[in-house]
């Protein structure tokens, strides 16, 4: 796989434009750390006042510097960074990064001066990062190009944010406990270079192991789906599959609100944001915190291959927290097996309790937490090692880091630590993150840590199924429903054709027309076969339930036209229905809705009136594969109910299943239509197949 | 309130029994603390080996001690304390803390030992707190009997603790971040002070103004909810109520059995825990972060009125993220009015975005945070403020914190920060909390802070209503139902018995009776009136619709009969009940049982097959105020089912709530109750009542 970004992390030279020798301006920490954190090519400041800068010689223009220039720091004032960017694309510079904020996060004018910074790079074949961005780090070229004044070590995490301000940050935090990075990207307004372009940069850098993005706007969210998926399931031309971790600002009402006035960007629903992780095998985290510490898990340790962890502590109450902690995590208690209890009993100091937490109380030494550690590590029924050490007067932490690194080191079980304490345990973190070992202030964010591991392993392991068959589609009748709603200048479909076109992509749909007169509806009624149902049709009414436009369970033709007469006013229709041909079915719903991010998003859970209230509800992105669809219905209570609860008899799942592949199909070939409802979808016994009794579709705002 | 623990936090003078002149003992730190943390009563230090440690003199006996001894604190093996703890009581010592492990937590032997100290203690009329715990400290008395290197400063949190290291920790954080405590318990295996004795000290207590309790065993869980209810509200002759916030170790899987191999204690389910909480005011949390965030925004700020909030900040990312944590809290983001952003544009550098959150931009000077803060606790559209704060090159901090504090000092909204950062930002955060503002380190902890003082609100605006009144209940028949249970040593009541206890306290129940023969169930049938449900009652059943026992809807004699020779087996009885007598009624699930620790805990949720799978539950415990029956109902999807969705009319809530109640009396009233079950309660349209039809109940193990 290749770099498309190479050029920013190795360039041979670099200009930094704009930069000052007042040492108190970012521009001078621009020129600053490049000179200072190691970069070995040739520094290229310009300032028109010319002069010299920490021993550099300063060039009046980019077009005055002799030699090749590969990389351009842009440090200006917005309106001047165009011109500023013009010069370098004229000069031959193929890659920039512009830190100026003043773009689209301010408005209309803001994004115009964006709209010139792209078409300039395009027109002289450059790649740009930013405006509005701090810049990027490589540790191991090494390159610096922001004014961050730490800069940490080197280490797996490859890090993309939008955010500046969360990459200083994480920096910050990373220098203080030691935690080393591979390459550092401040994205910001993304307006050429975005977070896909970083995420496959990253797949190609052999150094990077695990990905780390901070997302605000995803205005192309199936490309971000496609670049993650490629980082995280080892595209064939690179080394290896990297887990990705993410954390998205604006999930919320309110969150979406902050970003919206941060960048101007938009926010997509939380649900899509979802359903995207899971397409992507990306680790979703909900704070800062959360992706720190899954980081700091994903680049130490490997996953386990079970969930049965091993406590080993000298703090019975941090213990018991951590406990749940891990159960909250989807984790448990190993019950140790006697072999093992005997074998921690000649090692501990006496009094230790050998069950699951192993607590050694007060004070024990620091060989006896290696030999301790060495043994759970090597017990069959242990996955994995929670330490627990609240430090004493005797030992310092650190002794206990260096006492425990090693066996971390020498076995692939996950092993993380919590010492909890301030100032104290930053040389004890060091240690253990020297040793591979992840430290945490708190056991919660311990066991979090290890939850993360947990989760990697379902990642790793699951099974990448291929997008299901299609089935064959008269393409010409779905088209020609559409048509005709189009033609009416109505966005949603009658009842009618969106029962057929939901029998056009192969839903069992019951017999059923449109009748204008109460003849015409017993007519129908004949034909399908009693009962029927009889339901309102008339524009603008969506839920027809809510206005008394239903009635069901019609016998016979005075039944039929009694009620056309009660419930159809004047030039309204009635379409009448077949109802579904099995009794006691669980009414089930089957929707989807086209994101604009993240394209069309598949639903299923309780049908009727419970969708709504319960909010039982799977979601995943389309093109769905069978395995996606079964997980759907299998993560739902809806599932568990088709199961057979109480000795039931089980129903018809598959049904169910091809109902959510064949909605998923049809959403991804009209791409006209914006949403889709079967509600409820009927399902009966196994065998007895799954009935869309109501077909609800809407078209999009436009024919596109 | 009187204080009955009042010795422990003031003694005229203090023994040290077992205090050794080896500095590195945890004997000797008990002695220096006394002596160095300011407590100006007299000392004496108790060894057999006299001399002198500290500059004071060594007492080889406590008899020998000349002058009245208020407190012991005996730091000596388990085996020799219970002598010690003899020869205080003999010399007239009235309180002693009791510091060695090796009691209950070790198992049988330690427990033995535990009932001699509690044995001693009753004979001398004294109290004791522990064993296994680390002291107590009072920091206006001042007195600090513990070993802990560092003691808090004055504050507002009165802190008690089932953990040692749970007490050391929280110490160390709060000395470190400048968080002051009233009081510090440390109550270890609680033999004789137990938890709910320290609530009602820290309640008496004028210097403790938050309650903050880490629990591991509850083994009198009603004692606990009466003292943390008179706590939170307010008794009559003590100053005002307070918030109280509750860690408790144990409440998953994994961490019962945590909590088991620490203390030997037995840990109640998580719903009866948090209905206790509930029941007593107390604000429940997970972990030690939640703990120390919630202790510090309850100790520094007042709740806010509404759930709006603003923040203020120099960095758009983390200040998304805080949006999106404040929502995950229940709180929102004010839209601040044109009249607040005008005043905003006036005072905050140019750029900055005013709508909310209001974004500064890269460096705002501290006097522009000063000014904008007082813009925003001034609008009336505000709640509440977050300061979300990144240092930057040019200010530090500390100039941020001073400049925000008096402002945050005059305003009873509340308002809290968070300033990211390592060692650099502790000043800072000393300074913000010496101003009423919590600091915290993270956004996802602001709002967390803010969180728990919105729950507060809540909590101090609750109605805490009066018991519902009793119905009079012929006990006489009731007994009698049971006891022809015991008599047939049956732990459950068959249906017939069960439905007739439940109408004896005024549950409507359809009609029923038991028949041995085809014959008899018509008659029933006859007298009952058709159509009838018939259900098989056989010793060991209890789940009857899973082993094809019931059979519904018959409608004549005929059906009866046929259905009788079908399901029911020689020997057994068929339980014939009338059908509920509504169409379409909505199946709920009325149910109690009797929880070891809290007593009846009542649960309400969706009925049929659907309350295992879907768990939508509420849980409160007995008895029930109508108020707290109500909000049970309102808590679930059942209750919003209930209300009606989508135009349905809204069914007879008034008779859930009737039947809840109900069940509390009952469960109140016969403690031989263990769990009952009315599954399916049958809610018809308002006015049509609830009918329990089928009713499942359990006995205790024993008579009683």
């Known amino acids: 796989m ?51 800068i920490l021993g550099l010689q300063v060039y009046t223009s980019i077009a005055e510097i002799p030699d090749p220039v590969d990389l351009a720091v842009i440090i200006l004032a917005a309106d001047q960074t165009g011109k500023a960017l013009e010069a370098c694309g004229q000069r031959g510079v193929k890659a ?48 610096d190009t922001t004014f961050v004044r730490t800069m940490p070590g080197k280490g797996a995490i490859g890090f993309v944010s939008h955010s500046g301000a969360v990459c200083g940050g994480t920096m910050d935090w990373a220098s203080a406990v ?23 940069s990253l797949a190609a850098d052999p150094h990077t192991e695990v990905v780390v993005a901070y997302v605000e706007g995803l205005p192309d969210g199936q490309r971000f789906v496609e670049a993650a998926t490629r980082l995280t399931t080892a595209p064939p031309s690179a080394g290896t599959r990297k887990p990705m971790v993410v954390l998205k600002a604006g999930r919320t009402p309110s969150g979406t609100r902050a970003v919206a006035s941060h960048t101007g960007a938009l926010a997509g629903a939380d649900q899509a944001f979802l359903a995207a992780c899971h397409r992507a095998g990306a680790i979703p985290v909900e704070n800062l915190e959360q992706l720190v510490d899954s980081a700091t898990a994903l680049a130490c340790r490997q996953p386990p291959q079970g969930p049965k962890m091993a406590i080993l502590t000298n703090a019975g109450g941090p213990s018991a927290v951590g406990s749940d902690a891990l159960d909250r995590q989807g984790l448990s208690l190993a019950d140790l097996s006697s072999q093992t209890q005997a074998q921690l009993r000649e090692i501990c100091p006496p009094g230790t309790m050998t069950g699951n937490p192993v607590d050694m109380l007060g004070g024990p030494r620091p060989e006896q937490f290696t030999q301790a550690l060495e ?27 260096v006492a425990v690194g090693p066996v971390a080191e020498s076995t692939q079980k996950p092993v993380v630590c919590n010492i909890a304490g301030g100032g104290g345990i930053r040389a004890a973190a060091r240690a253990l993150h020297a040793h591979s070992i992840p ?53 949603a479909l009658d009842s009618q054709a969106g029962t057929e076109l939901a029998a056009t992509y192969g839903l069992s749909t019951p017999f ?56 159809v006013r004047p030039g309204e229709r009635a379409f009448v229905q077949q109802m579904a041909p099995m009794t006691n079915g669980l009414e089930v719903i089957v929707g ?37 669809a079964r997980e759907m219905v299998a993560q739902t209570a809806a599932g568990q109910l088709l199961e057979g609860v109480r000795g039931q008899s089980p129903r018809d799942v598959d049904a169910v299943v091809e109902a959510l592949l064949r909605v998923s199909q049809l959403m991804v070939e009209l791409p006209d239509v914006d949403e889709i409802d079967l509600n ?8 007895e197949g799954a009935w869309a009794v109501d077909v609800r579709v809407m078209l999009g705002d436009s024919t596109g």
Not at 179 to 188: A, D, Q, W
Not at 455 to 476: D, L, N
Not at 608 to 627: I, N, Q, T
């Open 96 to 143: 920039a990064v512009l830190i100026a904020s003043g773009f689209g996060e301010v408005g209309a004018g803001g994004r115009e001066r964006e709209a010139q910074l792209l078409e300039i790079a395009r027109r002289n074949d450059m790649r740009f990062i930013g405006p509005n961005c701090v810049g990027v780090i490589d540790t191991y070229s090494p390159i």
């Open 512 to 567: 059923s027309g449109l009748a204008a007169t109460a003849k015409e509806a017993a007519k129908l009624a004949e034909r399908a076969g009693y009962p029927v149902a009889l339901k309102r049709v008339a524009p603008g009414v969506v839920h027809k339930a809510d206005t008394g436009g239903v009635v069901l369970g019609l016998t016979d033709t005075d039944a039929v036209q009694d009620a056309f007469t009660h419930i």
């Open 178 to 200: 030691g935690v080393g990075f591979s390459r550092v990207i401040s994205l910001g307004n993304q307006v050429d270079v975005n977070m896909a372009d970083a995420l496959d």
């Open 2 to 52: 290749i770099d498309l970004l190479h050029t920013f992390f190795h360039p041979r030279s670099v200009a930094v434009i704009g930069t000052s020798a007042n040492p108190i301006k970012l521009s001078h920490g621009v020129l600053r750390n490049l000179i200072t954190h190691g970069y070995s090519g040739s520094i290229y400041p310009v300032n028109p006042k010319g002069g010299e």
């Open 592 to 628: 989807a809705q086209r994101d604009e991010q993240f394209g069309p998003l598949l639903m299923f859970g309780l049908g009727g009136a419970y969708v709504e209230v319960l909010k039982d509800v799977a979601f995943r992105l389309a093109p769905l594969s069978e395995a996606d």
């Open 375 to 401: 043994v759970l590590v090597e017990a069959p029924e242990v996955d994995g090692v929670m330490i627990v050490y609240v430090p004493q007067a005797i030992t310092p932490p650190h002794d206990i880091a």
């Open 439 to 491: 430290h945490y202030l708190t056991p919660a964010r311990a066991a979090f840590g290890l939850g993360t591991l947990w989760r990697y392993h379902h990642i790793r392991s699951r099974h990448r199924p291929e997008g299901a068959p299609a089935v064959a589609v008269e393409q010409q009748r779905a088209r020609e429903l559409l048509e005709a709603a189009r033609s009416d200048g109505r966005r």
């Open 680 to 687: 409820p979808l009927i399902v009966g016994q196994a065998g």
